[in-house]
């Protein structure tokens, strides 16, 4: 079986050589990397490090092509990667909406909302993750993610109670209001 074949589908949505990384190159070698994370050709944990790197220079700054690689990298986890594959792509959508990222304008669109709704639309992935995946860390991952984007607390909150004994012990309970 192929797995990756949605992947491909959502790498060639988008014109990769015209785009700028964040490196200053074009955004060509962003998806070599995307494409050994998700086929397991490489140290996951080099890979996630390398294409943060990129994408997210200085820690911080979202740039054009980071939205594209978003979205692959969701494809990927609805894929059904491995699991220290989806964990890192978790990990990378975690990292490209936080709400501590400093967002430049770009071409009059702002590449934070754009991850955000782009991640949003793929709630349930992440939801399927925290009640059906197999890894610790990717449910972390993922419970993390529901936790910046789901904008219905309440449903959040039965979800806290309902997967209690998957989620780490960090998790387990609701922040103090
Ligand atoms: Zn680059």
Not at 44 to 56: A, C, F, M, Y
Not at 114 to 133: D, L, P, S, V
């Amino acid at each position: 079986m192929k797995s990756v074949d949605l992947v491909d589908v959502e790498i060639e949505r988008y014109d990769w050589a015209a785009m700028r990384c964040g490196c200053g190159a074009s955004a060509d070698h962003v998806v070599m990397d995307l494409r050994a994370l998700v086929e397991g050709n490489g140290d996951p944990d080099t890979l996630w490090e390398s294409l943060g790197d990129h994408l997210l220079p200085k820690g911080h700054i979202l740039v054009e092509p980071t939205p594209a690689a978003l979205s692959v990298s969701l494809a990927a986890v609805a894929s059904g990667v491995t699991d220290p594959a989806r964990t890192r792509l978790l990990d990378l959508v975690g990292a490209f909406v936080g709400d501590n990222l400093q967002v430049p304008g770009f071409d009059h669109r702002s590449l934070l909302d754009e991850c955000q709704a782009a991640a949003r639309r793929a709630m349930w992935i992440f939801y399927a993750e925290i009640f059906f995946g197999t890894s610790a860390s990717a449910i972390y991952a993922a419970f993390e993610l529901v936790d910046i984007l789901e904008e219905d607390r309440v449903r959040l909150e039965s979800v806290r109670k309902a997967a209690r004994d998957r989620l780490p012990w960090q998790l387990r309970d609701a922040p103090d209001e």
